[in-house]
C-alpha cells in the first residue's frame, strides 16, 4: 500500500452534503478517530525509506533512528558509511592530513538539519604521520526538525550531497547524492497521535550516543605552553588506586598541533598529556577538543569521566609559561590505541615483558663490550689485567674488591644515567639514549679525557704526579678506586652505543615506571660488568702470560693510539655539532693541554730529583706561582675554545654532499615527504643515525654506503632518508618512540600498505637484501 493514498491533498473532492443530526457527527467522528489511527499505524508500518549509494571503496545511506516524524518534533538522522576493509575517512579536524565528511541538504520547506554530531574517532598512523578518523561501520548523526504544518499522512523528502576522503595508501574524493522519506504521523495529544516505532538502525544510533563526548565534569583542566609545548592536565581528587587507563586527546582546531606527538602521562590527581605546536603556529588562546578513555569494564559501569560516555569535551585557557609545570607523581603511559601500526623486525614482534626485557638488557649490555665504542675502555683494562699477571700477582680478595668495584662503577653509572634520562623525560624534554652526547660541551669534554689518558699510557706524565701528594697517598691506598672509575669511564664510552636487544630493552624501559626501568638499565650494567669480573676472578689465563719486561712499556704505548683515534672521532662530531670553527678551538685546547701537562710533567720530574734538578731548588713560593699560571692558561683556553650549549636539529645545516657520492642519494628526513611516497606507492628506508654514534657509523661505511646496498635500493625502488640526531631533534625522539625505540641505529623499511620492517642494529648486507625482498 502506498501511504500517498492517504494524502488529503490527492483525496477526491465531493460537493458539500447537509448537516448530520447530532448522533451522526458523533458516530462520524470516532469513525474518523479510528481511521486516523488506522492510517497512522499504516505509516509507521512503512518505516522511513532510503535506497545505500555504493562506491568503490564504501556504501553511504541516509538513515533515522525512528519509523516515522511527528510535525515539529526533532528526530534523529544520519549518515551511515560502510568502508571497505582497511580504508578509513576522517573526523572533523582530519589529523595530518584528509577532509571531514560533509553533507549539503535540500530540504522540506520549514525543516532544518543541525550540525554533524561527530563520535570519538580513532588515531591512524601512516608512516611518521597520524590523522583522526574512523574505519568499519560508521554513524555521523545530527538532528532534523520537520516542518511544524507538516500534515499527518503525508512523506517528507530530504536529499543530501555527502561528500568524504576515502583513504588506505592512497586518497580517493568520493561523493554520492542521497536521499530519505519520512512518513507523517499525527503528533502526541492529538486525536490521530501515533508514537513512531524504532527501525533496523535504532540499535546503531544507540551506540552511537555512547560514542559522543559528554560535558566534561568534575575535573580541572589546565593548559600550559612553553615555547612549542603544550601540557594539558585533568585533575581531581581521586581515592587511592583508581584505575587511570591511557587516555588520548583530539583536538577540535586543525593544523594547529603536531597529531603524532602525543605523550600521555598519569599524575597523582589524573593525567597530563604533552603535544607540540606545528612549526610556525602560534599558541591559541584556549584549547578545545574531546578526551577519549577506554570504554567502562561493564554495561552502565562509568568511565573514568564519570559517566557512561568513554568520551569527554574539554576547552581549557592556554597560559603562556617559561618552562612546563609538571604535576606530581608524573608517570608515562603506553598508548592504547590498537589501531597503531606494530612495526615488525626480522627477529619478530616488538611487544616485551618485563621478564624478556630484563634478559634483552643483560645479552646486550654482553655484546655491548665488543662495540668499537668501547674499544679504548678495553684495552685500558686489558693494560690492568697484564700487570695482575706479573711475578707477584694480587691475592684472591684483591681480585674480587677490584671486580666488585669494577662493576660497581659500571651498574652504578648505568642507574645514574638511566635516572637522569627518566627525569628529563619526565620534565618534558625530548630525548633518548645517547642524549648526553648531543651536548657539544660533553664532547668537549671527552675529547680531553681521551687526550689525556692517550698522553699517560705515551709516558707522558702520570696522574699521580699532578695530584697533591695527600691525594695521591690516599689514591695509592686504594685501588678499588681506580677500578670503579675505569667501569664510570666504560660506560661514558658505551653511551654512543646500541648492540644488538638493546634497543627494544630500552624503548620498553623508558615507556615504564621509573622503578622499572631503572631495573632494565640495571641489567644492562651487569651484563656489560660481567666480562671482564669473570676475567678478573678466573687467574689461570694470567699464569700463560710472559713475565714482565720491556713488552709491558711498549704495550702501553701502543694502547695509547685508540685513545688518539677516539679523539680523532669526537672532534670530527664536534664539528658536525659546532661546525669547523669549533672543531679549530678544540684541537687548539687540545694542544695547550699537552703542553701544560708536559710543563707540569718536567716540573714533577724534576722536583723528584733533589737538589740537582734546577726545579727542585726554586722555592716553594715560586713553584706555587708556576702552577696557578700554568693553570690559568690552560682554564683560559679551555673557556675561549668552550663549544657552547647544543642547537635544535632543524638549526642545523646538513653538509652538502659530493655528487655522485652514496650520500647524496640520502634525503634530510621529513614525514610530509614520507607520507607523499609511501601515498603514490613507493618504499622508503629511514636511517636514524648520529656523528657520535659509533655502530652507526661502522653500518653506514661497510653496509649502507656500498655499491652493492646501494645499487639494491635503487633496483628496488626505495627512497632513501636519513634521520641525524647529531644533535637534538624532537621530531627525531618522537619518530623513534613510535616504533619503540629510544637511541640510534635504527633502521626502518616502510612498506605501502604493510607494516614497517626494523632491522637489526648490526646490519650485514644481506639483512638488507631480505628486508628488500619483503616489498
Known amino acids: 500500500m502506498n501511504s500517498r493514498a492517504f494524502d488529503p491533498h490527492t483525496a477526491p473532492q465531493t460537493a458539500p452534503q447537509p448537516a448530520a443530526p447530532s448522533g451522526v457527527a458523533s458516530w462520524r467522528a470516532r469513525l474518523g478517530g479510528l481511521l486516523g489511527g488506522l492510517v497512522g499505524a499504516l505509516v509507521c508500518a512503512l518505516p522511513a525509506a532510503a535506497q545505500p549509494v555504493a562506491t568503490e571503496h564504501a556504501t553511504a545511506e541516509l538513515v533515522a533512528e525512528r519509523s516515522a516524524v511527528q510535525p515539529g518534533e526533532p528526530l534523529r538522522i544520519g549518515l551511515r558509511l560502510q568502508h571497505i576493509p582497511h580504508w578509513h575517512t576522517y573526523w572533523r579536524n582530519p589529523g595530518d592530513s584528509g577532509l571531514p565528511t560533509k553533507l549539503i541538504w535540500t530540504l522540506p520547506a520549514g525543516s532544518t538539519a543541525g550540525d554533524i554530531e561527530w563520535p570519538a574517532p580513532k588515531r591512524l598512523p601512516i608512516g611518521p604521520l597520524v590523522n583522526y578518523g574512523y574505519e568499519g561501520e560508521l554513524l555521523l548523526p545530527l538532528v532534523y526538525t520537520p516542518p511544524a504544518d507538516a500534515r499527518p499522512g503525508s512523506t517528507l523528502n530530504l536529499q543530501a550531497q555527502a561528500t568524504w576522503l576515502v583513504c588506505k595508501e592512497v586518497c580517493i574524493p568520493e561523493s554520492a547524492t542521497l536521499r530519505l522519506q519520512l512518513p507523517v504521523v499525527g503528533a502526541a495529544g492529538s486525536a490521530d497521535a501515533v508514537t513512531p516505532g524504532s527501525t533496523a538502525h535504532t540499535g546503531l544510533f544507540e551506540h552511537t550516543r555512547d560514542e559522543l563526548a559528554m560535558p566534561l565534569a568534575g575535573w580541572m583542566v589546565d593548559a600550559q605552553q612553553a615555547g612549542r609545548e603544550l601540557l594539558v592536565t585533568f585533575s581531581q581528587p581521586l581515592a587511592p588506586g583508581t584505575p587511570r587507563p591511557a587516555i588520548q586527546l583530539f583536538p577540535y582546531a586543525e593544523q594547529v598541533i603536531e ?203 702520570e696522574f699521580g704526579g699532578l695530584l697533591p701528594q695527600g691525594l695521591a697517598a690516599w689514591r695509592d691506598r686504594r685501588p678499588a678506586v681506580d677500578a670503579l672509575a675505569s667501569g664510570v669511564l666504560a660506560v661514558v664510552a658505551a653511551s654512543p652505543c646500541t648492540a644488538p636487544f638493546m634497543g627494544a630493552a630500552l624503548g620498553y624501559a623508558i615507556t615504564q615506571s621509573p622503578a622499572v626501568g631503572l631495573s632494565v638499565f640495571g641489567a644492562l650494567g651487569l651484563g656489560m660488568a660481567l666480562p671482564y669480573a669473570l676475567l678478573v676472578l678466573t687467574p689461570g ?235
Not at 597530563?272 to 554495561?299: F, M
Not at 679504548?376 to 695482575?388: A, F, G, M, Q, T
Not at 669534554?445 to 698522553?455: E, R, Y
Not at 609511501?678 to 657509523?697: E, H, I, M, R, Y
Request: glycine letters at 10%.
Open 259 to 461: 597529531p603524532a606527538l602525543h605523550e600521555v602521562f598519569r599524575t597523582d590527581s589524573g593525567y597530563a598529556v604533552k603535544l607540540r605546536l606545528l612549526d610556525g603556529v602560534a599558541a591559541p588562546a584556549s584549547l578545545s577538543g574531546i578526551a577519549v578513555a577506554p570504554g567502562a569494564t561493564a554495561p552502565g559501569a562509568p568511565t573514568v569521566w564519570g559517566g557512561t560516555r568513554r568520551s569527554a569535551e574539554f576547552d581549557a585557557p592556554v597560559r603562556s609559561v617559561a618552562a612546563l609545570v609538571w604535576p606530581p607523581g608524573a608517570t608515562a603511559l603506553a598508548d592504547t590505541d590498537a589501531s597503531a601500526a606494530t612495526p615488525e623486525t626480522l627477529a619478530g614482534s616488538v611487544d616485551l615483558g618485563w621478564a624478556t626485557a630484563l634478559l634483552l638488557a643483560f645479552a646486550g649490555g654482553m655484546v655491548l663490550n665488543l662495540m668499537p665504542c668501547v674499544f679504548p675502555v678495553l684495552s685500558i683494562k686489558l693494560l690492568s689485567l697484564v700487570r695482575h699477571g706479573g711475578a707477584a700477582p694480587p691475592t684472591a680478595a684483591a681480585l674480587r674488591t677490584h671486580a666488585l668495584a669494577y662493576s660497581a662503577g659500571v651498574v652504578l653509572s648505568f642507574l645514574a644515567l638511566a635516572a637522569l634520562l627518566l627525569a628529563l623525560r619526565a620534565a618534558g624534554s625530548a630525548i633518548g639514549w645517547g642524549f648526553q652526547l648531543q651536548e657539544p660541551g660533553v664532547v668537549f669534554v671527552l675529547a680531553l679525557l681521551f687526550f689525556a689518558l692517550g698522553l699517560n699510557l705515551m709516558g707522558a706524565f
Open 541 to 775: 689465563w694470567r699464569a700463560r702470560l710472559p713475565r714482565p719486561g720491556a713488552w709491558m712499556l711498549r704495550l702501553k704505548q701502543a694502547l695509547a693510539f685508540p685513545m688518539f683515534l677516539t679523539v680523532v672521532w669526537l672532534v670530527w662530531v664536534l664539528g658536525q655539532q659546532s661546525g669547523i670553527d669549533g672543531a679549530a678551538k678544540a684541537l687548539i685546547a687540545l694542544v695547550v693541554m699537552a703542553f701544560v701537562i708536559w710543563i707540569a710533567g718536567g716540573r714533577s720530574a724534576a722536583s723528584a730529583g733533589g737538589a740537582h734538578g734546577a726545579s727542585g731548588t726554586d722555592p716553594p713560593a715560586r713553584r706555587a706561582l708556576g702552577g696557578l699560571m700554568l693553570a690559568g692558561a690552560l682554564v683560559g683556553t679551555l673557556a675561549w675554545s668552550w663549544p657552547g650549549a647544543a642547537r635544535s636539529g632543524g638549526e642545523v645545516a646538513p653538509s652538502a654532499a659530493a655528487p655522485g657520492s652514496p650520500e647524496a642519494a640520502w634525503s634530510p628526513y621529513n614525514e610530509a615527504l614520507i607520507a607523499e611516497q609511501l601515498a603514490a606507492g613507493q618504499p622508503v628506508f629511514v636511517d636514524f643515525t648520529a656523528a657520535w654514534c659509533v655502530s652507526c657509523q661502522v653500518n653506514k661505511r661497510l653496509v649502507l654506503h656500498t655499491d652493492a646496498t646501494m645499487q639494491a635500493f635503487a633496483q628496488a625502488g626505495v627512497s632513501l632518508m636519513r634521520a641525524d640526531w647529531t644533535q637534538r631533534d624532537a621530531r627525531i625522539t618522537a619518530a623513534l618512540a613510535r616504533y619503540g625505540r629510544n637511541g640510534v641505529p635504527v633502521y626502518l623499511l616502510l612498506r605501502p600498505g604493510r607494516e614497517p620492517l626494523l632491522l637489526p642494529e648490526i646490519l650485514t648486507a644481506r639483512l638488507v637484501r631480505d628486508a628488500l625482498a619483503t616489498l
